[in-house]
C-alpha cells in the first residue's frame, strides 16, 4: 500500500451517527472521507469523485446496500474498487450473500476503530497490486508505452466513440527501417535501445491523448482521435523528421551513436463503416507501399491494393543481376562474415530445405491452411535474406504480410512471382555450387 497516497473512502449509511464516527476515525487516519446518506447520494459522489474504498451499509431505505453493491460491481470504471459491507447484522447467511455479490469484506457494528482501519489497509493493499498487475498487463515490457492488448482495446474504444460523435479519425502504423541491420550490427541490446527511444521520440510528438502502442518487434501503432487527415499527415510527417534527425546513444562507453529512419502507413477513419481492423489493415498496406517507394516516408491509404503487386512484378530494384541468377553472393558471404565455406554449405541446406517450397506454399493456400502457410513464407523470407537472395526476401516479404493480412486476393497474386523467383534462385545456387567444385 502507498502510504504516501492520500485515499479517498466514501462511507455510505443513512445513520448519520454512524458517518459522524466514520468520518472522525478514518478522518484521524489520514483518510479523505466522503459521506452519503444513501445509495442514490452514493453514485452521485461517485460521479464527481474519484473513490478508492467503498464502506457500504447493508440496510438502508431506497437502493439497498446489496442492489448497491449489485450496482456498482457491473460498473465498467467502479467494478474494481473495494467494498467493505458495514452491517450491525452478524446473520451468516447475509454475511455469505454480500461476499458473494462481490463485497471485498463484512465488519459488524458496532465496528472496532482499529479492525475496521486493518481490515481497509487490506482491502486498499490488494487493490494497488490489482491495480499494479492490469498495468502490468497492459504495458510493453521494453519500451513502457502500452502492448498490442492494450492498444486494440482503447483504440477499439476511441473508434466506437469517433462514429458515435462522428468525428474523424487516423490510424498510422510505424516500423523502424532495416532494424534488423542495427540488431546485426550493433547488438541486440542496443537494438532494444533504439526501440525504446524510438517510443519515447513517438510520444514526444504525439498529444498525451493519442493512443500509442508498440504492436510488434519494431512495429508501432498510433490512433488519432478527432483529427483530420491533414493533422494525422503534419504529425506522422513531424515524428519522420525527428526520427530521421535523431541520433540514438546506444553505447556509452564507444560513444557508439545510431540513426534510424521510420515507414508510416496512415489511414483514415470514415463514419460508421469504420473498424479497428479495417483501419490497421490499410495503415499496413499503405506502411507496405511506403517500404517499397523506398522508406523513410508517410504515405497514406488509398486505394493501393491493385497497383502493389504488380510494383513489385514490375519493379527491378537496385539488385543486381550477377552470374549466379537471383542470388547476391556479397551479401551472402557478408551474412556470414567472409566465410564462403560456410555460405557454401547454407546454398546446399537452402536448396535442400527449400526446393519444394512453392508447391508447399501453393497446397499450404489451396487448403486455406493460414499457420501452415504463414510459417513457410516467413522461414522462406528468412532465409532468402540470408543466402542474398534479395530479390525473393521481397517478394516473400510481400507475400508474408498479406499471408498476415489474410488477404487472399493479394497472396494470389504475390504467388507466382514468389514461385518463379525461387526457381530462379535454386538457379543460381546450383550455378554458384557447380562453380565452386
Ligand atoms: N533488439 C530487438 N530487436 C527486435 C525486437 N523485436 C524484433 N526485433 C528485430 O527486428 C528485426 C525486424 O527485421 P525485418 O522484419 O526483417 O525488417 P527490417 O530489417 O526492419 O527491414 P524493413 O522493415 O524492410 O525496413 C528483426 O531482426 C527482429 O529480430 C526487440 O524486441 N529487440
Known amino acids: 500500500m502507498d502510504t504516501k497516497k492520500k485515499y479517498n473512502i466514501l462511507a455510505v449509511d443513512d445513520a448519520k451517527d454512524t458517518l459522524m464516527l466514520l468520518e472522525f476515525d478514518l478522518g484521524e487516519e489520514g483518510y479523505q472521507v466522503f459521506t452519503a446518506e444513501s445509495g442514490e447520494q452514493a453514485l452521485e459522489v461517485l460521479e464527481e469523485q474519484s473513490i478508492d474504498l467503498i464502506l457500504l451499509d447493508m440496510y438502508m431505505p431506497g437502493i439497498s446496500g446489496l442492489e448497491m453493491l449489485h450496482k456498482l460491481k457491473a460498473h465498467p470504471i467502479i467494478f474494481n474498487t473495494p467494498v467493505i459491507m458495514l452491517s450491525a447484522s452478524d446473520d451468516e447467511d447475509q454475511i455469505v450473500a454480500a461476499l458473494e455479490f462481490g463485497a471485498d469484506d463484512y465488519v459488524t457494528k458496532p465496528y472496532i476503530p482499529k479492525v475496521l482501519l486493518a481490515r481497509i489497509r487490506t482491502s486498499l493493499r490488494l487493490l494497488e497490486k490489482t491495480l499494479e498487475l492490469e498495468s502490468l498487463a497492459k504495458t510493453d515490457f521494453l519500451t513502457g508505452i502500452r502492448n498490442r492488448g492494450a492498444f486494440e482495446d482503447l483504440a477499439s474504444k476511441a473508434i466506437s466513440q469517433a462514429k458515435r460523435s462522428n468525428h474523424p479519425l487516423a490510424v498510422a502504423m510505424l516500423d523502424i527501417d532495416f532494424f534488423k541491420a542495427v540488431n546485426d550490427n550493433y547488438g541486440h541490446d542496443a537494438g532494444d535501445k533504439v526501440l525504446v527511444e524510438f517510443a519515447d521520440i513517438i510520444c514526444d510528438?504525439?498529444?498525451?491523448?493519442?493512443?500509442?502502442?508498440?504492436?510488434?518487434?519494431?512495429?508501432?501503432?498510433?490512433?488519432?482521435?478527432?483529427?483530420?487527415?491533414?493533422?494525422?499527415?503534419?504529425?506522422?510527417?513531424?515524428?519522420?523528421?525527428?526520427?530521421?534527425?535523431?541520433?540514438?546513444?546506444?553505447?556509452?562507453?564507444?560513444?557508439?551513436?545510431?540513426?534510424?529512419?521510420v515507414s508510416i502507413g496512415l489511414s483514415l477513419g470514415r463514419g460508421d463503416e469504420m473498424s479497428l481492423e479495417g483501419l490497421l489493415k490499410e495503415a499496413d498496406l499503405s506502411l507496405y507501399q511506403a517500404k517499397h517507394s523506398g522508406r523513410n516516408q508517410v504515405k497514406l491509404y488509398q486505394e493501393i491494393n491493385a497497383v502493389i503487386a504488380d510494383d513489385?512484378?514490375?519493379?527491378?530494384?537496385?539488385?543486381?543481376?550477377?552470374?549466379?541468377?537471383?542470388?547476391?553472393?556479397?551479401?551472402?558471404?557478408?551474412?556470414?562474415?567472409?566465410?564462403?565455406?560456410?555460405?557454401?554449405?547454407?546454398?546446399?541446406?537452402?536448396?535442400?530445405?527449400?526446393?519444394?517450397?512453392?508447391?508447399?506454399?501453393?497446397?499450404?493456400?489451396?487448403?486455406?491452411?493460414?499457420?501452415?502457410?504463414?510459417?513457410?513464407?516467413?522461414?522462406?523470407?528468412?532465409?532468402?535474406?540470408?543466402?542474398?537472395?534479395?530479390?525473393?526476401?521481397?517478394?516473400?516479404?510481400?507475400?508474408?504480410?498479406?499471408?498476415?493480412?489474410?488477404?487472399?486476393?493479394?497472396?494470389?497474386?504475390?504467388?507466382?512471382?514468389?514461385?518463379?523467383?525461387?526457381?530462379?534462385?535454386?538457379?543460381?545456387?546450383?550455378?554458384?555450387?557447380?562453380?565452386?567444385?
Open 312 to 437: 513489385i512484378v514490375d519493379e527491378s530494384p537496385e539488385i543486381s543481376e550477377d552470374e549466379y541468377p537471383g542470388i547476391d553472393a556479397d551479401i551472402g558471404i557478408g551474412n556470414v562474415l567472409g566465410d564462403e565455406d560456410l555460405f557454401a554449405e547454407i546454398l546446399v541446406m537452402f536448396y535442400e530445405d527449400h526446393s519444394k517450397d512453392s508447391e508447399k506454399i501453393q497446397q499450404a493456400i489451396s487448403s486455406d491452411d493460414q499457420p501452415a502457410c504463414k510459417h513457410l513464407v516467413h522461414t522462406l523470407k528468412g532465409v532468402s535474406c540470408s543466402v542474398g537472395a534479395m530479390q525473393l526476401f521481397e517478394l516473400t516479404k510481400a507475400l508474408d504480410d498479406a499471408v498476415s493480412l489474410e488477404d487472399k486476393a493479394r497472396y494470389q497474386q504475390l504467388y507466382q512471382p514468389v514461385a518463379a523467383e525461387l526457381v530462379k534462385v535454386l538457379g543460381g545456387i546450383e550455378v554458384r555450387l557447380s562453380a565452386q567444385l
Open 205 to 261: 510528438c504525439f498529444r498525451d491523448n493519442d493512443i500509442i502502442g508498440r504492436v510488434g518487434g519494431e512495429e508501432f501503432a498510433i490512433c488519432m482521435a478527432n483529427t483530420s487527415a491533414e493533422n494525422a499527415l503534419i504529425a506522422c510527417e513531424r515524428l519522420r523528421e525527428r526520427v530521421a534527425r535523431s541520433e540514438i546513444q546506444v553505447d556509452d562507453s564507444k560513444d557508439a551513436k545510431v540513426s534510424v529512419t
